[in-house]
């Protein structure tokens, strides 16, 4: 299973970026899509989450800045970031929940990340 972001970059803050995560590779299903992210000296934190059946969870601090979508039938997620602020850069990481198809349990996957960065 192999998760590709792509997106990232140099924003000025005020400025939008959207980032999108594709997963490939032979699984069962996907249970929970979403977006992490981890700045210079920090833990990596969660910014946004969505399930299969379309629920969505956000971190406080980027509520109403930011928008997940996911696509099921593409294996996509997608995050849409608005207003953003220099305290917003940070590698984002792609993350999916996926059920195995030969043992049926849960596996976590990471992809290799990509950077935003704001300049104020």
């Known amino acids: 299973v192999q998760l590709v972001e792509s997106g990232g970059g140099l924003v000025q803050a005020g400025g939008s970026l959207r980032l999108s995560c594709v997963v490939s590779?032979?699984?069962?299903?996907?249970?929970?899509m979403g977006w992490y992210r981890q700045a210079p000296g920090k833990q990596r934190e969660l910014v946004a989450t969505?399930?299969?059946?379309?629920?969505?969870n956000y971190a406080d601090s980027v509520k109403g800045r930011f928008t997940i979508s996911r696509d099921n039938a593409k294996n996509t997620v997608c995050l849409q970031m608005n207003t953003l602020k220099p305290e917003d850069t940070a590698v984002y990481y792609c993350?999916?929940?996926?059920?195995?198809?030969?043992?049926?349990?849960?596996?976590?996957?990471w992809g290799q990340g990509t950077q935003v960065t704001v300049s104020s």
């Open positions: 993350n999916a929940l996926t059920r195995d198809i030969a043992t049926m349990t849960l596996q976590n996957y």
């Open positions: 590779g032979t699984i069962f299903s996907i249970n929970a």
């Open positions: 969505a399930t299969s059946g379309g629920s969505t």
